[in-house]
């Protein structure tokens, strides 16, 4: 059994006079609240908006991949243009993408994958169920057969919708898990059961599993109804289709994407040098757009906690500087009475790290909180950066170290008998 080797003396002292300086330090920090206050929410607003910026950006990342890989490669979508937002370049005679299209591309696609198509005819509107609604945050989706595997989407109960389901028009419905937790009892299955979307009666044939969250809502509180009846039904403008393809694992994406873009412009009668009017995409393509905006975020946020830092580096070293000069006579005292200059030194850099550090630890939580309540809203999930954290840790030891090293080498290098003299 080994023995325990007791402390040396020296190793003694050592801690005593680290406790004794960061005790000093803390008393002058009290002694300088004003200043001391001002120089901690500088840093602290400068960690915040690091820290804030790169946990939002991160959330939004995390989630956006999840949804992606969730998804799987090779996903392609055919949309229309007729929705691009103002001010984007906009093609002439611009399209939606009608069913009669729609089914049209399906019949006519030959690469091996599941097509399916799909569009929004309710937007934040309610489903009932008794005495029980959703809140009006219910999406209606018009589809067929296929948007489950295409999605990617898993039923906890019940069965998809049918080819039977859409060529006869059917009322019925699948739930999204939100949906039937809200206006059914935990205790009951909601297949066979009847829900009232606006205003018309549908049975309840399936309920998806739980996917969760993406920064564009959740299909949890997504209701799917044969696009048939939809359209007849619910719709209330003229649909825009959205076509989504998911190639087999031996067709690429790419080969998978010019069929469909040749196939789509046969559809639309297009001629070989008319621009199309009409947009594909690729998930990869998202992802690395997704990749290069991530990138470009997070550069950003560090430039703007980097120029904000380097602002609070500079005033705490001018107020390190001004606790030098009231400081000296007190100083000269120490010194006088043997306080080796490596201590006065000491002594003052820790007061610049602690200043720096307590500044760095509140900006860390509120960036945390910031960050994630933006998340929130664009519906991201939650998280804590820790690597973030570790930067702005880093960041906030450099600041106190570059902000105390000037007034603490002074301080070291000031003379016993001049800083007794001292006014």
């Not at 109804?225 to 190639?247: E, K, Q, R």
């Amino acid at each position: 059994m080994k023995r325990r080797i007791p402390a040396t003396p020296r190793r003694n002292r050592r801690l005593t006079l680290a406790a004794e300086n960061i005790a000093m330090a803390f008393r002058a920090i009290r002694s300088n609240k004003l200043r001391s206050s001002l120089t901690i929410a500088i840093i602290a607003l400068g960690i915040t908006s690091l820290v804030g910026i790169l946990t939002a950006v991160s959330s939004m990342d995390a989630t956006l991949r999840n949804a992606y890989s969730r998804m799987g490669a090779g996903i392609i979508n055919i949309r229309s243009l007729y929705s691009m937002p103002a001010g984007m370049h906009r093609i002439r005679n611009q399209r939606e993408i009608s069913r009669a299209q729609a089914e049209r591309f399906t019949d006519y696609y030959s690469t091996p994958a599941t097509v399916s198509i799909f569009t929004t005819v309710l937007s934040g509107t309610r489903a009932e169920a008794g005495q029980r609604r959703t809140n009006p945050t219910t999406d209606v989706i018009a589809t067929d057969g296929n948007y489950l595997k295409y999605n990617m989407l898993e039923l906890s109960s019940g069965r998809g919708i049918s080819s039977a389901d859409v060529e006869g028009g059917r009322f019925y419905c699948i739930l999204g898990d939100n949906v039937a937790r809200t206006i059914f009892e935990a205790q009951d299955d909601p297949v066979g059961q009847t829900v009232h979307i606006s205003g018309r009666s549908y049975i309840v044939i399936g309920v998806t599993a739980p996917v969760g969250n993406n920064a564009g809502g959740s299909m949890d509180d997504n209701i799917l109804v044969p696009y048939t009846n939809a359209l007849a039904n619910l719709a209330a403008s003229t649909p825009d289709f959205t076509i989504g393809i998911l190639p087999e694992p031996s067709v690429s994406s790419e080969t998978a994407a010019t069929e469909a873009e040749m196939t789509f412009r046969a559809v639309r009668r297009l001629a070989p040098f008319d621009d199309a009017d009409f947009r594909i995409t690729r998930s990869e393509a998202v992802i690395e757009e997704l990749n290069s905006t991530m990138r470009t975020l997070t550069i950003a946020a560090i430039v703007i906690g980097l120029v904000t830092l380097t602002g609070a580096t500079v005033g705490l070293m001018n107020i390190m500087l001004v606790s030098v000069r009231e400081r000296t006579r007190e100083i000269g005292t120490r010194k006088a009475l043997g306080a080796a200059s490596k201590r006065i030194r000491a002594q003052f850099l820790m007061e610049s790290v602690i200043i720096g550090q307590t500044g760095g630890l509140i900006g860390i939580v509120a960036g945390i909180l910031i960050g994630n309540i933006i998340a929130a809203v664009m519906q991201a999930s939650f998280i804590i950066p820790w690597l973030w954290m570790l930067l702005a840790i880093a960041l906030c030891m450099a600041v106190g170290i570059l902000s105390g090293y000037l007034p603490a080498k002074r301080a070291a290098a000031l003379d016993p008998i001049e800083c007794l003299r001292y006014e």
